[in-house]
């Protein structure tokens, strides 16, 4: 995945992290739990740090804009550098990273 490549390129000098941002689990039907975080970790192979579950999805709706995957970037002085809704390509990703550092 990008993120995977991003965070095996960056993950020394910027810090990663996913955030739980859906309220219906996995199989389209359910509430979502700590354990669709477990198994979207597992079915994606996903390598960066994912946060526990927060029910509330309090942190999550303060990035997410409607759309998954949304995908923030937050320089060092922790305003928001970079925020899409839906898939980026790595180079995009990447350039919006390095302009953080």
Do not use: H, W
């Amino acid at each position: 995945s990008v993120i995977n490549r991003l965070y095996k390129e960056f993950s020394q000098r910027v810090a990663f992290i996913s955030i739980p941002g859906s309220d219906t689990g996995m199989d389209g039907t359910s509430p979502s739990s700590q354990l669709d975080v477990l198994n979207f970790q597992s079915k994606f192979q996903v390598r960066y740090p994912i946060a526990e579950y927060d029910g509330s999805l309090t942190l999550a709706n303060v990035y997410l804009q409607g759309g998954f995957p949304t995908v923030a970037v937050i320089a060092k002085n922790k305003t928001i550098a970079y925020l899409n809704s839906g898939e980026v390509s790595y180079a995009d990703l990447e350039r919006e990273i390095k302009k953080t550092l």
